[in-house]
C-alpha cells in the first residue's frame, strides 16, 4: 500500500519533469540561435564582436519545481526601477511558495499592465529573482523567467529556463531591476550563466 501511494505522488511530478526537459532544451537551444542570428538579436554590430556567447547550467531535473499560487488582490500598479530611464508599470500578482531540497523558498510574480493588454500575452507573468549565484557565476542583477497565468494555484517553475535581460550583454537597454524581495538564499545552478570574468 506504501508503494502504491509513492508511485502516485511521484509519477505526475515525473511526467512533468520530462515534458518540460524537452520544452527546456528547446528553449536553450532557440536561445542561443536569437542572439547568433544577425538578424534577430538584440546586439548591435560593435556588442557583437566582443559576445561571448550563450552558455547554460547543466539541465536539472532538481529546479523544476511545483509551485503553490496565492494571489495579491486589490494591488495597486507601480513603477518598476529599471536600469535606464524607461520605466514600465506592473502589479504584484501573487506569491509562488515552493521547496528546493527541502527549504522552503518564495518569490513574487508581477504582471506587466501595458504587456497584459496586448493581444496573445493577456496571461503572462513576469518572475525575476537573484541568487547566491548572482555576481558569481550568473549575472549580478538577476535573471528572469516568463511564466503565465495558471489555471488552478498550482505553477511549474522551471529555472533551467532563467535568462539575463538584455541589459547583462548591452548598456543600451532600459531593464527592469530585480526586486530585493526576490532573493533566493540558496544557489539556483540552472539556467543562463555569467561568467565572473564576465561580469
Not at 534577430?40 to 503553490?68: C, H, M, R, W, Y
Not at 506592473?90 to 496586448?118: M, P, T
Amino acid at each position: 500500500m506504501k508503494q502504491f501511494f509513492y508511485l502516485l505522488f511521484c509519477l505526475p511530478m515525473f511526467t512533468i519533469a520530462q515534458n518540460n526537459l524537452e520544452s527546456t532544451q528547446k528553449y536553450q537551444s532557440e536561445l542561443i540561435s536569437f542572439y547568433n542570428n544577425p538578424e534577430t538579436t538584440p546586439l548591435d554590430l560593435e556588442e557583437q564582436k566582443n559576445f561571448k556567447g550563450i552558455s547554460f547550467f547543466d539541465i536539472d531535473e532538481k529546479f523544476i519545481v511545483e509551485a503553490e499560487l496565492e494571489l495579491l488582490k486589490k494591488q495597486k500598479p507601480f513603477l518598476m526601477p529599471s536600469t535606464g530611464k524607461i520605466k514600465q508599470e506592473y502589479k504584484k500578482y501573487g506569491i509562488l511558495h515552493f521547496e528546493i531540497d527541502g527549504k522552503k523558498l518564495q518569490l513574487v510574480v508581477y504582471q506587466n499592465i501595458a504587456l497584459s493588454k496586448r493581444k496573445g500575452y493577456e496571461k503572462h507573468l513576469f518572475l525575476p529573482f537573484y541568487d547566491l549565484t548572482s555576481g558569481e557565476s550568473t549575472y549580478g542583477g538577476g535573471r528572469y523567467l516568463d511564466v503565465e497565468i495558471p489555471e488552478s494555484n498550482q505553477m511549474i517553475i522551471d529555472f533551467n529556463q532563467a535568462y539575463n535581460p538584455y541589459c547583462a550583454y548591452s548598456a543600451r537597454y532600459s531593464c527592469p531591476i530585480t526586486p530585493e524581495e526576490n532573493f533566493l538564499d540558496i544557489e539556483i545552478k540552472a539556467g543562463v550563466t555569467y561568467p565572473k570574468d564576465e561580469i
